[in-house]
């Protein structure tokens, strides 16, 4: 193979083609199914609970995950049913041979053939709160007797990493700022503006303060992408604009829908107002240190690209604003449609 030799360019489009196809199906999927499904058992009496199981809707059907309980823990009384807008929950009573929960097994069955996780918070009368992440490779939880006070800290954190790496249109945008900012100093301008901002309406939305509808806040988000696509292309030809000169403002006034967005990954949860500004605190960490994470593999990427010299074709540098700019307009169009219908 000689040093000059290069593929095709048909290849490169057909390529570039199919990923982009990819990422849009994979994210649209993910999009509906990331959301956790959550169970709530509050003791009200020795041996006896009620029992919240919040299952989410996913195209207006409710996931098919259904709780089994252990043989020595059984139903007081009938489930009830509430359908929500997001979700259906089942509120009943239990009760358990002695000795509380310790010991006790709760199967989630169908869970495995999800990528929905399961959030479980236990209260107990001694004010005991325990709270558990329980993922598809393992739908079970067993009760133990005592769990570290660090547990729910963990399920928080875990869940906002979680959120952000799955967000794949917040870590475009983020993405997409990479391709914009000229000098270091900038980008750290331009990333903390946005922390800063999405922080400020994750608490304010988590709280209750501010509530926007999901449908025209995720077409907003969409359009955020959608326009960095030619502030890329003004960047590649040496043109400049506000946004280029001062992406940080841009940063942060965009950076406040994606928190409102944040926030939908939070409060999916149900979580008492008691447990929020906790789980709000470690929810967020978890969020900038998803973020940080994927800045930094970025930057080692293009720091490696560039040290191995890689020459690309000329056509492909405008790869980055190809992609923003085509799953920011994809994204647009389908929650705009998805918002008309759901005004029909």
Known sequence: MSAGWTLPMSFWRLLFAVVVGAVAFVSSAIAHEIRPAYLQID???????????????????????????????????EPAQRELPDSLAETRVIETDGGGLAGKRVEFVGLQATI????????????????????????????????????????????????????????????????????????????????????????VATLGKVEIPALPLNAMIALSILFLGPEIVRVWR???????????????????????????????LGLPQGDIPFALLMFNLGVEAGQLAFVGLILLLIAALKSIEIRLPRRLELMPAYAVGILGAYWTIDRIAAMLGGMA
């Open 116 to 203: 929905t996780d399961v959030l479980v918070r236990v209260h107990l009368l001694d004010g005991t709160v325990e709270t558990t992440m329980i993922h598809p490779s393992q739908p079970w939880i067993d009760f133990a007797a005592t769990r570290s006070p660090l547990a729910a800290a963990k399920v928080y954190f875990g869940s906002g990493f979680q959120h952000i790496l799955l967000g794949i249109d917040h870590l475009l945008f983020v993405f997409g700022l990479l391709f914009i900012v000229r000098s270091r100093w900038m980008l750290v301008k331009t990333i903390t503006a946005f922390t800063v901002a999405h922080s400020i309406t994750l608490a």
């Open 43 to 77: 003791e009200i009496a020795a041996n006896r609970y009620k029992v919240v199981w919040r299952t989410p809707m996913l195209s207006g059907m409710r996931l098919p995950i259904a709780l089994r309980f252990a043989e020595s823990m059984r139903s007081a009384t």
């Open 238 to 268: 040496g043109q400049t604009s506000f946004t280029i000169l001062h992406p940080w403002i841009v940063s942060f006034a965009f950076g406040l829908l994606h928190g409102f967005g944040f926030a939908s990954g939070l409060t999916a």
